[in-house]
């Protein structure tokens, strides 16, 4: 027994130093999952941090999280987003690998008893696919326009109108056919144009939604081909005074963008609360250049305003916005051509016409626009049966866009138009019945005035009218654990009054009335949390807006003639969407979206021969309609070869067809793959983050231009432009500070100088796309 004593201690003495070392050495993974209770949606960006090991992680979009920790021991797991509220919890690891799923409540109130619903996003369809741009995103992409923003998500195009005016495409579909919602209003301003970018400051939004189904059952029946929402940060109770400052340097342009924002609260009680928001950004911006000359009067200027505040008690919450957006922008000179031989001369003529040096002045041609939002919205929760919202929303829309004129005349707009429009929404959101049947109920209404202001001297682009739309929807939902079913209806009365003169110089008043209908069925499954699926059909129509119907005469942005049909009919479309979700081994994930739609009566722009006028020579575009087919696919993939270095690929595929004329859809997306390599450091040279990112972008020639477009000229081809690949880099770092966070970035566009052109910029014909671009951005929040 003695011996056996012996034996045993000295495996003892021998055994327990390897032990020891083996379990210093022993790490495990510790990952899992972050979604909201009730709804299980993934929470993105949520940090998960362990206290004991001074290390955190923060949630993907999908709320994934991986992290390596030491095993043989019992962790607290703090989780927490701003969204929601903190969650503290924990866990016993051994020596295998530890999974779990988490799950957030929604915050419901801060600061004891004082009740917040500012924070409650836009809803969205269930079965509607959607792509989001969080803070973290949007912090990187500060001093883009929102169509740049946007167009890094894939099924998302940037339409351009030279350097300067960017305007977003979903699945094919823009203008009149993409719903913009600013903070909960849909914006109203002569966005029929495709030279007429979103009059809204990026900087006041804090989420960016891109809805890619039809949305007119939410939306209206601008929303036929997809929505974008703009969210700003929630206005909640906080008795600290919070801010937050953005400087941003670009060396293309050489311009600067600068924004502040100050937000604080006057707690008066327990249960009421006073909260409030100041913001304000302004740009400056010289002449842009493309790879091997200046872009002559591409140079822009903004100066940009907003104003929010809430009252908030117990079931009542109060909120008043006001936002004012003025820009001035320049158009590329050399678009504007004195006679027909120089037209077909630039085609081919590279710099071109007009070329000077660098340059800020800001010449005709030119726009200004003035855009002024004042919104006010009642909140009212009534928790046993159901919440009600009503908003009302006032906008105005100063457009006047100058023209090379003689005679001294070029302080005089060619184009000067004034759209004044209301809004009302009465919202009602029941609670759940029969457990998991929860829905929404609407009315809408909207008044839309439009003049064009006298002393022009010219033709007005569209006549004065007014519009009137009124609107009604329900969309219920059934969810379950597994399964999620829904299902709307929505109905739209629309009147259009137009007065103008005609060929004869007679002053007449036409007017239309049209009847909208708009369905979705719907639904989804969760296979498992790797596994996901969702689908829907929707039926939506679209009537024809006030340039397709009356355009008459010189659209100088686009340097283009455009000229309406007023016998055009609505246009009504069927489509059909898929999405996939799936994800392996938290390496591993893939998100696959498919659609295809058809639509009745398309309206599109047909191009036919240029014209001379007195005001020079420009290609012409006439509203036509057809039946037309659009289907796609959009890929978007990441794989983590190991911690924290990925690889994330984005590719969309995009056809549609004239089905009428038996040829290809003019003004299509050329198809495009992005593949980007990502690197982040956790925790290092005193950063909390350091982000590397190296992306290549190959855009493939649009081979499936129609014959119309590039032989709608005698004289000459418009060149259908080669495809193309660009190469952009970007660093971005986290600094934590004493109640405060520094945020630093830099990026460097067109990193090789590639000289190209998009078929999309609707001035390709006459110059290229921008060159190289540094871009520096500094963001300090406390």
């Given at each position: 027994?003695?011996r056996?004593i012996k034996i045993?201690?000295v495996?003892?003495?021998?055994?327990?130093?390897?032990?020891?070392?083996g379990?210093?050495?022993?790490?495990?993974?510790?990952?899992?999952q972050?979604?909201?209770?009730?709804?299980h949606?993934?929470?993105?960006?949520a940090t998960v941090?362990i206290?004991e090991?001074?290390?955190g992680?923060?949630t993907?979009?999908?709320?994934?999280?991986s992290?390596?920790?030491?095993?043989?021991?019992?962790?607290?797991?703090?989780i927490?987003?701003?969204?929601?509220?903190?969650?503290?919890?924990?866990?016993?690891?051994?020596?295998?690998?530890?999974?779990?799923?988490?799950?957030?409540?929604?915050?419901q109130?801060?600061?004891?008893?004082v009740?917040?619903?500012s924070?409650?996003?836009?809803?969205v369809?269930?079965?509607?696919v959607?792509?989001?741009l969080?803070?973290?995103?949007?912090r990187?992409?500060?001093?883009k326009?929102?169509?740049e923003?946007?167009?890094?998500?894939p099924?998302?195009?940037?339409?351009?109108?030279?350097p300067?005016?960017?305007?977003?495409?979903?699945h094919?579909?823009?203008g009149?056919r993409i719903?913009?919602?600013?903070?909960e209003?849909?914006q109203?301003?002569?966005?029929?144009g495709v030279?007429?970018?979103p009059?809204?400051d990026?900087?006041?939004?804090?989420?960016?939604?891109?809805?890619?189904?039809?949305?007119?059952?939410k939306y209206?029946?601008?929303?036929?081909?997809?929505?974008?929402l703009?969210e700003p940060?929630?206005?909640?109770?906080?008795?600290?005074?919070?801010?937050?400052?953005d400087?941003?340097?670009?060396?293309?342009g050489?311009?600067?963008?600068?924004?502040?924002?100050l937000?604080?609260?006057?707690?008066?009680?327990?249960?009421?609360?006073?909260?409030w928001?100041?913001q304000?950004s302004?740009?400056k911006?010289?002449d842009?250049?493309?790879?091997?000359?200046?872009?002559t009067?591409t140079g822009?200027e903004?100066?940009?305003f907003?104003?929010?505040a809430?009252?908030?008690?117990?079931?009542l919450q109060?909120?008043?916005f006001?936002?004012?957006?003025?820009?001035?922008?320049?158009?590329l000179?050399?678009a504007?051509i004195?006679?027909?031989?120089n037209f077909f001369?630039?085609?081919?003529k590279?710099?071109?016409f007009?070329?000077?040096d660098?340059?800020?002045e800001i010449n005709n041609?030119?726009?200004n626009?003035?855009?002024?939002?004042?919104?006010?919205k009642?909140?009212?929760?009534r928790?046993?049966?159901g919440?009600?919202?009503?908003?009302?929303?006032?906008?105005?829309?100063?457009?006047?866009e100058?023209?090379?004129?003689r005679?001294?005349?070029s302080?005089?707009?060619?184009v000067d138009?004034?759209l004044?429009?209301?809004?009302?929404k009465?919202?009602?959101?029941?609670?759940?019945i029969?457990?998991?049947?929860s829905?929404?109920i609407?009315?809408d209404?909207?008044y839309?005035?439009?003049k064009?202001?006298?002393g022009?001297g010219t033709?007005?682009?569209i006549?004065?009218y007014?519009?009137?739309q009124t609107?009604?929807?329900?969309?219920?939902?059934?969810?379950?654990?597994?399964?999620?079913?829904e299902?709307?209806?929505r109905?739209?009365?629309i009147?259009?009054?137009?007065l103008?003169f005609?060929?004869?110089?007679?002053?007449?008043n036409?007017?239309?009335?049209?009847n909208?209908?708009?369905?979705?069925?719907g639904?989804?499954?969760?296979?498992s949390?790797?596994?996901?699926?969702?689908s829907?059909?929707?039926?939506s129509?679209r009537?024809?807006?006030?340039?397709e119907?009356?355009?008459?005469?010189?659209h100088h942005?686009?340097?283009?003639?455009?000229?309406?049909?007023?016998?055009?009919?609505?246009?009504?479309?069927m489509k059909?969407?898929h999405?996939?979700?799936?994800?392996f081994?938290e390496?591993?994930?893939?998100?696959?979206?498919?659609?295809?739609s058809?639509?009745?009566?398309?309206?599109?722009?047909q191009?036919e021969?240029?014209?001379?006028?007195?005001?020079?020579?420009?290609?012409?575009?006439q509203?036509?309609?057809?039946?037309?087919?659009?289907?796609?696919?959009?890929i978007?993939?990441?794989?983590?070869f190991?911690?924290?270095?990925?690889?994330n690929?984005?590719?969309?595929?995009?056809?549609?067809n004239?089905?009428?004329?038996?040829?290809p859809?003019?003004?299509?997306?050329?198809?495009r793959?992005?593949?980007?390599l990502?690197?982040?450091?956790s925790?290092?040279?005193g950063?909390?983050?350091?982000?590397?990112?190296l992306?290549?972008?190959?855009?493939f020639?649009?081979?499936?231009?129609?014959?119309?477009?590039?032989?709608?000229?005698?004289?000459?081809?418009?060149?259908?432009?080669?495809?193309?690949?660009i190469t952009?880099?970007s660093l971005?770092?986290?600094?934590?500070?004493?109640?405060?966070?520094?945020?630093?970035?830099l990026?460097?566009?067109?990193l090789?100088?590639?000289?190209?052109?998009?078929y999309l910029?609707?001035l390709r014909f006459?110059?290229?796309e921008?060159?190289?671009?540094?871009?520096?951005?500094?963001?300090?929040?406390f």
């Amino acid at each position: 027994m003695l011996r056996l004593i012996k034996i045993l201690f000295v495996i003892y003495v021998f055994a327990m130093p390897e032990l020891s070392i083996g379990q210093e050495e022993c790490r495990v993974s510790f990952s899992g999952q972050v979604l909201s209770e009730g709804e299980h949606l993934p929470v993105a960006f949520a940090t998960v941090y362990i206290p004991e090991i001074e290390d955190g992680v923060q949630t993907n979009e999908e709320g994934y999280f991986s992290i390596k920790i030491p095993c043989h021991n019992k962790y607290e797991v703090i989780i927490s987003q701003v969204e929601y509220q903190k969650t503290s919890t924990y866990i016993s690891v051994e020596i295998e690998d530890y999974k779990q799923t988490f799950y957030l409540k929604s915050k419901q109130n801060v600061l004891s008893a004082v009740s917040v619903h500012s924070h409650k996003r836009e809803e969205v369809l269930l079965s509607n696919v959607e792509s989001v741009l969080s803070t973290r995103e949007l912090r990187k992409l500060k001093g883009k326009s929102l169509s740049e923003s946007v167009s890094t998500l894939p099924g998302v195009y940037n339409i351009k109108t030279g350097p300067g005016i960017n305007k977003p495409m979903i699945h094919g579909l823009y203008g009149s056919r993409i719903q913009v919602v600013n903070n909960e209003v849909s914006q109203m301003g002569q966005q029929w144009g495709v030279d007429h970018a979103p009059e809204i400051d990026p900087f006041v939004a804090s989420r960016i939604t891109i809805v890619k189904g039809a949305s007119s059952v939410k939306y209206g029946p601008r929303a036929i081909g997809g929505a974008l929402l703009l969210e700003p940060e929630p206005l909640v109770p906080d008795s600290t005074l919070h801010g937050s400052l953005d400087l941003v340097g670009f060396t293309n342009g050489r311009g600067g963008i600068g924004s502040v924002m100050l937000s604080g609260s006057f707690l008066l009680n327990e249960e009421e609360s006073l909260n409030w928001r100041l913001q304000s950004s302004a740009k400056k911006s010289g002449d842009q250049h493309a790879a091997n000359y200046n872009l002559t009067n591409t140079g822009s200027e903004e100066l940009n305003f907003s104003a929010a505040a809430n009252y908030i008690k117990e079931d009542l919450q109060a909120d008043i916005f006001y936002s004012r957006f003025s820009t001035e922008i320049g158009i590329l000179r050399g678009a504007h051509i004195g006679n027909v031989d120089n037209f077909f001369e630039a085609l081919d003529k590279r710099p071109p016409f007009f070329t000077e040096d660098f340059s800020y002045e800001i010449n005709n041609p030119k726009q200004n626009v003035v855009h002024q939002l004042l919104k006010a919205k009642v909140h009212l929760d009534r928790s046993d049966y159901g919440d009600f919202d009503f908003i009302y929303a006032y906008q105005q829309n100063a457009r006047q866009e100058f023209d090379i004129r003689r005679g001294g005349r070029s302080d005089r707009p060619s184009v000067d138009l004034q759209l004044d429009s209301h809004v009302a929404k009465l919202l009602f959101h029941h609670e759940p019945i029969w457990t998991n049947l929860s829905g929404e109920i609407g009315l809408d209404y909207e008044y839309q005035n439009n003049k064009n202001v006298p002393g022009t001297g010219t033709t007005p682009l569209i006549p004065n009218y007014s519009s009137f739309q009124t609107g009604a929807f329900l969309n219920e939902a059934w969810t379950t654990e597994k399964w999620n079913l829904e299902a709307g209806l929505r109905f739209d009365a629309i009147a259009i009054d137009v007065l103008k003169f005609n060929e004869e110089d007679q002053l007449i008043n036409p007017k239309h009335q049209y009847n909208m209908f708009s369905g979705i069925v719907g639904g989804g499954y969760d296979f498992s949390s790797n596994f996901k699926y969702k689908s829907n059909i929707s039926w939506s129509q679209r009537a024809p807006s006030i340039n397709e119907l009356y355009s008459q005469g010189l659209h100088h942005s686009v340097a283009a003639i455009e000229e309406g049909d007023d016998q055009l009919s609505p246009e009504t479309s069927m489509k059909w969407l898929h999405s996939l979700q799936f994800s392996f081994n938290e390496k591993l994930r893939l998100n696959v979206d498919a659609y295809a739609s058809r639509i009745q009566n398309y309206i599109y722009l047909q191009p036919e021969e240029p014209r001379l006028t007195i005001r020079g020579a420009f290609p012409v575009y006439q509203y036509r309609q057809t039946l037309a087919d659009i289907y796609g696919t959009d890929i978007i993939g990441s794989y983590e070869f190991f911690h924290h270095f990925t690889l994330n690929t984005k590719a969309s595929i995009i056809r549609g067809n004239d089905i009428s004329n038996e040829l290809p859809l003019i003004f299509m997306p050329a198809d495009r793959w992005e593949n980007t390599l990502n690197w982040r450091l956790s925790n290092k040279l005193g950063f909390k983050e350091i982000d590397f990112n190296l992306s290549g972008l190959k855009v493939f020639e649009q081979y499936r231009a129609p014959i119309t477009e590039t032989e709608a000229y005698e004289q000459a081809t418009v060149p259908v432009p080669d495809g193309y690949f660009i190469t952009n880099f970007s660093l971005d770092t986290t600094k934590k500070l004493e109640n405060a966070q520094l945020n630093l970035g830099l990026s460097i566009y067109n990193l090789m100088n590639t000289d190209y052109t998009d078929y999309l910029n609707r001035l390709r014909f006459y110059a290229a796309e921008t060159g190289r671009n540094f871009e520096l951005r500094i963001n300090y929040i406390f």
